[in-house]
Nanobody, 114 residues
Framework: VQLQASGGGLVQPGGSLRLSCETS????????VGWYRQTPGKQRELVAT???????RYADSVKGRFTISRDSAKNTVYLQMGSLKSEDTAVYYC?????????WGQGTLVTVSS
């Protein structure tokens, strides 16, 4: 299983950015797919996830600003990020979970700065 993340970059506060994560197998083979983020010295934290049945969950800090979605035809999960803040600056990791096993993509850096 391979996960390929893309879409990070530099964006100004208040701006938007979309992350993509393409999986090497059908996303429906996973119990959950989503995004985590990590900053130096801190633990990796959940940002958003889609679980079986299409139910979505978000960290409180991103509710109303971020939207997670999937395109099964492309085996891709997206994270649309809006109203970005400096505290959203982090390395974002794509995650897929199947039978208690976590698969991770390479991180993609998102920097929110003027």
């Amino acid at each position: 299983v391979q996960l390929q993340a893309s879409g990070g970059g530099l964006v100004q506060p208040g701006g938007s950015l979309r992350l993509s994560c393409e999986t090497s197998v059908s996303i429906f083979t996973f119990n959950a797919v989503g995004w985590y983020r990590q900053t130096p010295g801190k633990q990796r934290e959940l940002v958003a996830t889609i679980i079986t049945g299409g139910i979505t969950r978000y960290a409180d800090s991103v509710k109303g600003r971020f939207t997670i979605s999937r395109d099964s035809a492309k085996n891709t999960v997206y994270l649309q990020m809006g109203s970005l803040k400096s505290e959203d600056t982090a390395v974002y990791y794509c995650n897929a979970r199947r039978a208690m096993i976590d698969y991770w993509g390479q991180g993609t850096l998102v920097t929110v700065s003027s």
